[in-house]
C-alpha cells in the first residue's frame, strides 16, 4: 500500500504562484512515476505533468513553461511549481503514483486550486 497526501492548494489571483507537495508513504519502489492530474467540474480528469523516478518529466501543452515538476526521492515526495496562473487552471490537483516492479498505482485524495480572475 502508498499512501499519497498532497497539499498546498488554495485561492490564488491569476499571474500568481502556488507550489504542491505531494508525501508518498508506505511500500515505495525504486522503479517509479509520480504525476500530477487536475480535474476541473464537468470535465475529464486531465494529465498535468509526470515524472520517473530517474528525473524525466513531461507536461501537458497548456502548462509548459509555466509549471515545473520536481522531486525528492529521499523524501518520496514530488512538487509542483506553479506560476502564471490562469482562472482556467483552477481545478482539483491530484497526485498519481505507479511502480513497475511490481505493477501498482495509487492516488490521492486532491487539493484544490483556484484562481480568480
Known amino acids: 500500500q502508498v499512501q499519497l497526501v498532497e497539499s498546498g492548494g488554495g485561492l490564488v489571483q491569476a499571474g500568481g504562484s502556488l507550489r504542491l507537495s505531494c508525501a508518498a508513504s508506505g511500500s515505495i519502489f525504486s522503479i517509479n512515476v509520480m504525476s500530477w492530474y487536475r480535474q476541473a467540474p464537468g470535465n475529464e480528469r486531465e494529465l498535468v505533468a509526470t515524472?520517473?523516478?530517474?528525473?524525466?518529466?513531461n507536461y501537458a501543452d497548456s502548462v509548459k513553461g509555466r509549471f515545473t515538476i520536481s522531486r525528492d526521492n529521499a523524501e518520496n515526495t514530488v512538487y509542483l511549481q506553479m506560476n502564471s496562473l490562469k482562472p482556467e487552471d483552477t481545478a482539483v490537483y491530484y497526485c498519481y503514483y505507479k511502480s513497475y516492479l511490481p505493477i501498482m498505482e495509487y492516488w490521492g485524495k486532491g487539493t484544490l486550486v483556484t484562481v480568480s480572475s
Open positions: 515524472i520517473t523516478s530517474g528525473g524525466l518529466s
